[in-house]
């Protein structure tokens, strides 16, 4: 067998050949040699000699091919980057505002602040809101000296003149920006007599309309002009009432 053994890579053909010859009832397969797609061999002569001397046990592990032979071993996978820390929470914005939730009602001024200075207008709208809820007031106490119709008529102007004095206060408000509501200073009239009492309130409604009407000439706003007039006429109404209630006494 040693006669045969192929110098040149062409002739790994004919060894192919002489294999099956020798080496009867292995399959085609099974022989360790096979050549190229192109004719050509893919062992060499010196793997050729060695596969003689063997005896067909095989190619030493030098000889073997390119991809019968062990993989490379795969290289290191690189480490992956350890992550970052999670970004601590920015602070708070300087300058802003907590959030109060449902405080809608935050920016509500007290119930009502003393009022430094302010025009003409700002004064007298005080005064009228002042002059309103003490008319509110007495009504209410004289309606305590009353009896049936005259206590209930008495009652009637009190809530007028409540009504009034709220109107007073949401215009000085929207003129100002502050409430002016100060209820809390009011004290109990002082009512001598029933009568005397009615005589006084007669002449204080008949100052508020004048006081009113003058106060029209400083306004071109129409909702101040309506206002006015609608408080003036309503002093001459409760003149009507009052001197009606002194009528029903004599």
């Known amino acids: 067998m040693e006669d045969m053994i192929p110098c040149a890579l062409k002739d790994q053909e004919v060894f192919q050949r002489v294999w099956q010859r020798v080496m009867a009832g292995r399959s085609e397969d099974s022989s360790p040699i096979r050549p190229g797609p192109s004719g050509g061999g893919d062992v060499s002569c010196e793997c050729l000699r060695e596969l003689v001397l063997q005896n067909g046990n095989g190619l030493p592990q030098s000889c073997l091919p390119d991809e019968d032979a062990a993989p490379p071993e795969a290289p290191p996978a690189e480490e992956a980057p350890a992550p970052e820390p999670p970004a601590q929470d920015a602070p708070p914005s300087q300058g802003l505002p907590p959030q109060d939730g449902g405080n ?147």
């Not at 007031?137 to 309606?143: D, N, T, V, W």
């Not at 508020?208 to 101040?224: G, I, K, N, S, V």
């Open 104 to 250: 809608w009602g935050g920016d509500l001024l007290p119930l009502w602040e003393e009022p430094q200075g302010g025009d003409d207008r700002a004064a007298r709208l005080r005064r009228h809101v002042m002059d309103a809820l003490e008319g509110w007031q007495f009504y209410r106490h004289l309606a305590r000296r009353a009896r049936g119709t005259d206590a209930r008529a008495l009652n009637a102007l009190a809530g007028e003149l409540h009504k009034h004095a709220r109107k007073l206060s949401a215009a000085y408000f929207l003129l100002t920006g502050l409430r002016y509501w100060p209820t809390e200073v009011l004290g109990a009239p002082a009512i001598p007599s029933y009568w005397g009492a009615l005589r006084s309130r007669h002449q204080a409604e008949q100052r508020q309309e004048t006081a009113f009407r003058l106060a029209a000439d400083d306004w071109e706003d129409p909702d101040m002009l309506e206002l006015y007039g609608e408080l003036a006429d309503a002093c001459q109404q409760r003149c009507r009432r009052l001197r009606a209630l002194l009528e029903q006494g004599v």
